[in-house]
Structure formats: C-alpha cells, structure tokens
C-alpha cells in the first residue's frame, strides 16, 4: 500500500510539474502534428494523447511506441492507486451492504479508467502507424 501511494505521489508530482510547463508555452493548435493533445478523462486526471508528426522513421516509430506504451502502464497504476483509495473510503465511510456496493462502485471504476487508457494507447499506436514512412 504505501509502496502504490509513493507511485502515486510521484506521479501527480510529476504531471503537476509537467503540466505546469505546459501553460506556460505559447502551444500550437491541438492535434497539430508533433504535438500533444490534452484530453480529461475524469475530474481528477488530465490525459495527453501524442500526436506524431508526418513522416516517422521506423526508429522515431518506435520510440513513440515505447513512450505510448509507458504512459499507458502509468495511466493503469494511477487506476489501481485511485481504486485502492476509493476502497480505503468505502472502508472509513460506510458499513455492510453500503460498503459492498461502495466496493464495487470503486471497481466498476477501476475497470473504466483502463479501459479509457486501453483506448487511448490503441488509438496513439494507429496514429504512429499512420504516419510512419
């Protein structure tokens, strides 16, 4: 447990900051090739989606594909954090059957967030495929 939390920690530290740096520059219009778009898919996450630039080497391919693949195991980790916190509620806040369907709610929602990262990694990889040479 305190192991997910310090992952989880890190990691919104690291988008804050990351984020952060993002306002600041003056940024191309969204879906503009070479750049990265910003999606929200709940209200606490804030998703970025790569979009490639036209004309990838196979090698440029591949480390897109690479760095797609490692956002979309943070993006499951973030979901396995937040379903442990959400339970960890469910525990502190209610008793009995309202704690069982607390439970579930906190699982149903685990499954979406991974979905949606599911989706977001696919839809990057057929991007990069797209425009690679």
Do not use: W
């Not at 790569?50 to 690479?66: M, N, Y």
């Not at 396995?80 to 009995?96: I, Q, R, Y």
Request: proline share 4%.
């Amino acid at each position: 447990m305190n192991k997910s939390l310090a992952v989880l920690l890190a990691t919104a530290a690291a988008a804050g900051f990351s984020m952060g740096a993002y306002a600041q520059d003056a940024q191309p219009a969204p879906g503009t090739p070479g750049t990265t778009t910003t999606t929200t898919v709940t209200t606490e996450t804030t998703e970025t989606k790569l979009v490639p630039a036209p004309g990838l080497t196979r090698s440029q391919a591949k480390d897109a594909k690479v760095q797609s693949e490692a956002q979309y195991k943070a993006r499951k980790n973030i979901a396995e954090a937040n379903h442990d916190l959400n339970k960890a509620d469910c525990k502190v806040d209610a008793s009995g059957a309202v704690e069982r369907a607390c439970k579930s709610d906190a699982r149903m929602q685990e499954k979406k967030d991974k979905a949606d990262a599911n989706l977001i990694h696919k839809q990057e990889v057929q991007d990069i495929n797209a425009v690679t040479k």
